[in-house]
């Protein structure tokens, strides 16, 4: 095939550093090559005329000897001399004497010598004998050169060919299928002599195909034309090729073969072209989660324990690795297994009960159920992050359960495969590649249970069902299928995995997976790769062979003697097929490769064109309870939460919380309306906890509104700044916002504002009461009032509740002292929740900022 082709000129080397030199030019080079070649053709072609002449010589002289006698010799001398005589111009007058052979002399002239009957009769024999043996020794030295000639090219081609010593071998298709047959024969005539002794091979080829294939009297299934060697279909098939090379089609015609013969088959369909070919709603079953046909199935349907149950779930939940070692794929399995389990036992096997089980129930519900199961500390309110995070993983890769559908007839896929030995039926898996993110999951799962539910049966040699898989890579890792590549050739199934390219088995089942996943299969059929790395491998799984090849150099020189052709041998291993074959092998052909001895070869299949007898996909709507719940704009309504209204518990307690927050803040209200005689007693209840690693920064205009009224006091207009012994500055109130505030009508006053519903846990009244030590920032600022502030390594405490932290003012406020503390405290800590609450994500640059605000506040306030 590729003699046929042109041959390339490869492009000129070229090197920075110019020409490279040489000993001699391309003339000399050429001529002194030339000249070598046709000296050696010369010693080897005079061959055949160095045969002729000595035939004809060795004819010659035999057939003179046996032809004249000794008189005859002498008169052919003499016709001879008189034609020298003549040729160099002498007298033809010349008187010469003839002696005959009995004694007679006779005298005539040198002319005339050619014409004397004697010697006309000797010469004509001599004639008759040169043409004799020329003709005899042409025909001799011909065939001596038909037979030395094409001797010499098979001795030169034989030298130079590679010589195959050991290793795999590479044939054409009719050499292989040849062999194939002559094995096939050979097996099939020891089972007619085993089950039909009485009958000869023929004989027993006639009876009816059912009652043959019983004891296995049948001819093997074919791939892309070849036939498989008897009893080998079971030993699985691997196919690699990219899109349109060639792998559907290779199926196709296996699909043909099995339902002819009354075999079942299990069907990954990603493209619907297998469903258009084979689909009979008579015969067949899909399952396709967005496709209107799928069938009705659970997985209770197909697992009745918990060994079954975790099956399924490897193949839903695959393996992550990770630095977790998987513990959240395998805690969410747990669940899984332990909730089907129980609603098992409940009688609430359905794809109804699950989801809302499971998936959208609250997770003191799932607690409830699985609570004093292996479950329990994976769902316990106690760890509810964990939890919810086991949830999470077990949703994110079961969503595809709740697309399940729940009419028509229960389908069991075990039930299925348990008749796949009665009668040919199909089970399509398929999806859209468009549906594969939320499909893979299911369609793993299905996959899965059919290849356990056929080793579930009784073992067989028969072929039963097989696994066709157009496109491995697209499913999540399959435990079952190398489970399956082992066993299932015990229990009557054979696997024909399709691989688009080596990057995606890989990552589905690693480095050591893959490679035991190929290791399985007993053929192997190589079409075109559109990758390197697949084409490597491809190669590699074709073969390598040691060969002793011959390599031929050449030698000249000035001299003759110089010049000479010498051939060495060499060993080497080399690849059968190399991956640049493999990559530019055109659509359906390829190469296929059995073991047991049988060479390699390359094929090429026919294409088939199947009519359409289904479309391939049926869009199916999606079920009600997978569409978002309708608005309630009258709030009425029975149920909440989840989907389908699971969640009525969660959405119960959150109305409570509410109410509860609305009756504190009207309580706190009514409070405010009635103060006791203490204010600092009838405020602390209102007072929320402020964490003791949070410094409250307060606004401005809501801390002045926030405040209560207090007792009237005389208005100052102006405060005074005391320094004591420490150097602390105490400011006394001499105009506050409280003050202000108390100046306005009671319509123009704000309402006071309800505290914040949100809670912390960090610190107490008792610790929020105790002085707390601030740094003020190194820079001198100044206040409002125009009074220089503290600087750097100045500390402020903050005054109790009661003024007993606090000193008295000078100017005689210390009844006054008492309530704007405690009002300055309150307002700190109401904007403490804000802030604990709303700026846990602040910079600390906003911190330094609202303290320095926060100051400005207490200068407001007195503090």
């Known amino acids: 095939m590729a003699a046929d082709r042109p041959r390339l000129r490869a492009p000129a080397p070229w090197s920075g550093h110019g020409e490279a030199r040489r000993n001699s030019g391309h003339f000399t080079r050429g001529s002194q090559l030339l000249g070598h070649q046709f000296s050696m053709w010369w010693r080897g072609a005079r061959l055949p005329f160095l045969v002729w002449a000595a035939l004809f010589a060795l004819l010659l002289w035999a057939r003179l000897t046996i032809v004249l ?45 050619p014409y004397v009957p004697e010697v006309e009769a000797a010469w004509a024999k001599l004639i008759r004998s040169l043409a004799g043996s020329f003709l005899f020794s042409t025909i001799g030295a011909g065939a001596f050169a038909w037979a030395f000639v094409p001797w010499a090219i098979r001795r030169s081609r034989d030298m130079l060919e590679e010589h195959h010593e050991r290793g795999a071998e590479l044939a054409d298709r009719d050499t292989l299928v040849a062999r194939i047959l002559a094995n096939n024969n050979e097996k099939l005539r020891a089972i007619a002599a085993r089950f039909f002794p009485d009958m000869t091979l023929e004989d027993a080829w006639a009876l009816p195909f059912e009652e043959r294939k019983k004891s296995g009297l049948v001819p093997s299934y074919e791939i892309a034309t070849v036939p498989f060697p008897l009893d080998r279909e079971q030993n699985h098939v691997i196919a690699f090729g990219t899109t349109g090379a060639g792998k559907t089609t290779a199926l196709r015609d296996l699909i043909t073969q099995a339902l002819a013969r009354g ?74 297994v332990e909730m089907c389990a129980k609603l098992q036992a409940e009688g609430k096997g359905t794809n109804t009960h699950l989801i809302r089980a499971l998936m959208t129930a609250t997770l003191d519900e799932i607690y409830a159920r699985l609570k004093g199961t292996i479950a329990d500390p994976l769902t316990s309110p106690k760890a509810e992050r964990m939890a919810n995070s086991v949830r999470g993983v077990f949703n994110a890769h079961a969503k595809a359960l709740m697309f399940l559908p729940d009419e028509g007839n229960p389908f069991s896929i075990r039930d299925w495969a348990a008749k796949s030995g009665e009668r040919s039926s199909i089970l399509f898996v398929t999806s859209r590649y468009v549906d594969m993110p939320l499909n893979r999951p299911m369609l793993s799962m299905w996959m899965n249970i059919a290849i356990h539910g056929l080793m579930a049966l009784p073992r067989s040699s028969h072929i039963r069902a097989w696994f066709f898989f157009d496109e491995l890579g697209a499913l999540h890792h399959l435990p079952a299928i190398e489970d399956g590549m082992q066993s ?58 040691q060969v002793r090849t011959m390599d031929e150099a050449y030698s000249y020189g000035a001299h003759q003697t110089r010049d000479a052709s010498t051939i060495s041998p060499t060993r080497k291993e080399e690849a059968l097929v190399f991956p640049d074959d493999i990559t530019n092998l055109e659509n359906l052909t390829g190469y296929i490769r059995f073991r047991e001895g049988f060479p390699a070869a390359l094929i090429k299949m026919p294409y088939v064109d199947y009519p359409k007898k289904a479309e391939g996909f049926l869009l199916r709507p999606p079920p009600s309870h997978t569409l978002p719940p309708p608005a309630d704009p009258a709030g009425d309504g029975e149920e909440g939460g989840g989907r389908d209204g699971t969640d009525t518990k969660l959405a119960e307690d959150e109305q409570r919380r509410e109410d509860r927050v609305a009756d504190e803040a009207r309580q706190g209200q009514a409070r405010r309306a009635e103060p006791g005689p203490d204010a600092a007693e009838w405020r602390a209840p209102e007072e929320p906890q402020r964490p003791d690693n949070v410094i409250p920064f307060p606004a401005r205009a809501r801390a002045a509104a926030a405040q209560p009224a207090p007792p009237e006091r005389p208005v100052e207009s102006d405060r005074t700044v005391q320094r004591d012994g420490d150097g602390k500055a105490r400011a006394a109130r001499a105009d506050t916002p409280v003050a202000r505030e108390e100046r306005q009508p009671d319509a123009q006053r704000p309402m006071p504002e309800t505290p914040s519903p949100r809670r912390t846990t960090l610190g107490s009244d008792e610790e929020l009461q105790r002085p707390e030590p601030v740094r003020d920032k190194g820079a001198v600022r100044t206040g409002d009032a125009g009074q220089d502030r503290p600087g750097q390594g100045t500390e402020r405490t903050a005054p109790g509740r009661d003024g007993e932290r606090g000193d008295s003012d000078p100017n005689g406020a210390d009844s006054n002292s008492a309530d704007s503390s405690s009002a300055g405290q309150l307002a700190r800590r109401e904007a403490a929740l804000d802030f604990g609450s709303d700026g846990d994500t602040h910079h600390h640059t906003h911190h330094a900022h609202d303290l320095d605000a926060g100051r400005d506040d207490d200068q407001d306030l007195g503090l």
């Not at 002498?90 to 009995?102: A, G, H, M």
């Open 69 to 113: 006698d000794n008189g005859e010799f002498l008169m052919i001398g003499q016709r001879a001399m008189a034609w020298v005589w003549t040729s160099i111009g002498l007298s033809d007058l010349k008187t010469i004497n003839i002696t005959f052979e009995d004694g007679r002399v006779f005298q005539t002239y040198m002319g005339y010598v």
């Open 488 to 545: 299932a050739r015990n229990y009557g199934g054979a696997f024909v995995l399709g691989v688009h390219s080596l990057a995606s088995l890989r990552e589905r089942y690693g480095d050591n997976g893959s490679t035991k996943l190929i290791s399985l299969a007993y053929t192997k059929l190589i079409l075109g790769t559109g990758d390197r790395d697949t084409a490597e491998e491809c190669s590699k799984l074709i073969g390598y062979r």
């Open 263 to 336: 075999n079942s088959c299990v069907v990954f369909d990603l493209t619907g072209a297998f469903v258009e070919s084979f689909y009979d709603p008579r015969r067949d079953f899909i399952l396709n989660l967005n496709d209107e046909r799928c069938e009705h199935w659970s997985v209770f349907h197909d697992c009745a324990h918990d060994g079954e149950f975790l099956a399924a779930a490897e193949a839903l939940i695959p393996d992550v690795d990770g630095a977790d070692g998987g513990f959240w794929e395998k805690a969410a399995r747990t669940i899984f």
